[in-house]
């Protein structure tokens, strides 16, 4: 049974709730989920169609180059479930070759998720797919498994954990796929800073305007009035700690009035809006591997900027 009509009951209250907290706990953060509504959708897709941003079209380049050998790995006919599924795209290079038994995308952002899905079903008549509204970081329920499941997690998005986070993530991976499940995951790699440095602060000022409008969207959710332009896009690699790291500025010393609590905020005092931390493929099958996970396959681009990697429970 498609998922379609699920009712939203207490995601809104949930997300205020979560917000909130992290504007009131020092260091002030917003948790990246919240990029993602329209606009910042929009933005995104933006982003990833600039010369600076290579992870999105290398990523794709990868699973073009390689759906065969990954359906090979996978396996056929396995259920797929793809969490932050977003405009669904990046799915649509396996879908030939993988020939699931059923899609199930999952996202926070309902109208945006259920238009993707939608267009799915137009494109690819013959596939059964399941759209879930649900947040993968809170406690949510899937229909009963139709077979075999596979988790599709691409966009380095494993990546926006720090590492405690993501094995968490993988922990609850491992669960939610069962015993001979499988990841097919994308994960971004170490390289020079300079390449890393250039693909979140681009010319053209998309990345700063996608990370402002996080604040547009934290207004809609809490009925706050941010002044996004009162705020830098400020975002640089950090080496040592192999993460990209991007915050929000204030430029001035302000008031933000934000679901009946005032915020003080003073000049230069940051908000902290996503880590983006990169790996060796040696390093990312390490973590896996301490949440039961095997490594099955790994797949990765010419010039070593990014991976897709599969894995199995054991």
Request: proline share 5%; aromatic share 10%; net charge negative.
């Amino acid at each position: 049974m498609a998922l379609d009509d699920q009712p939203l009951t207490d995601v809104h209250a949930t997300q205020r709730k979560e917000l909130l907290a992290g504007l009131l706990e020092p260091p002030r953060s917003i948790n990246p989920k919240f990029f993602y509504d329209e606009r910042g959708s929009e933005l995104f897709a933006d982003i990833c169609e600039l010369d600076e941003y290579y992870p999105t079209r290398t990523e794709i380049n990868i699973l073009r180059q390689e759906s065969a050998a990954i359906a090979e790995a996978v396996g056929r006919g396995c259920e797929l479930v793809e969490p932050g599924a977003g405009s669904c795209e990046k799915v649509r290079h396996l879908l030939a070759d993988l020939h699931p038994s059923a899609y199930l995308p999952l996202d926070i952002s309902r109208d945006f998720l259920l238009d993707a899905a939608q267009r799915l079903r137009e494109d690819f008549p013959g596939l059964e797919v399941r759209p879930v509204v649900a947040d993968f970081s809170a406690a949510f329920e899937l229909p009963p498994a139709t077979g075999r499941r596979v988790l599709f997690y691409p966009g380095s998005t494993i990546g926006n954990f720090e590492p405690a986070g993501a094995l968490d993530f993988l922990v609850r991976a491992a669960q939610l796929v069962g015993k001979e499940g499988g990841l097919l995951i994308g994960v971004d790699l170490h390289k020079a800073s300079e390449v890393l440095n250039a693909a979140y602060n681009d010319s053209e000022g998309v990345t700063a305007a996608f990370n402002r409008n996080i604040l547009h969207h934290a207004n809609h959710l809490l009925d706050a009035d941010f002044d996004p332009e009162q705020f830098e896009h400020v975002a640089f690699y950090n080496a040592p700690a192999q993460r990209i790291e991007m915050h929000l500025e204030s430029r001035a010393d302000q008031q933000v009035n934000c679901d009946g609590t005032v915020l003080t905020f003073a000049a230069g005092e940051r908000i902290h809006t996503e880590y983006s931390h990169k790996y060796t493929p040696e390093g990312f099958a390490a973590l896996a591997a301490q949440a039961g996970f095997t490594a099955r396959g790994c797949w990765v681009d010419d010039d070593s900027l990014f991976s897709v990697q599969y894995f199995e429970t054991v």
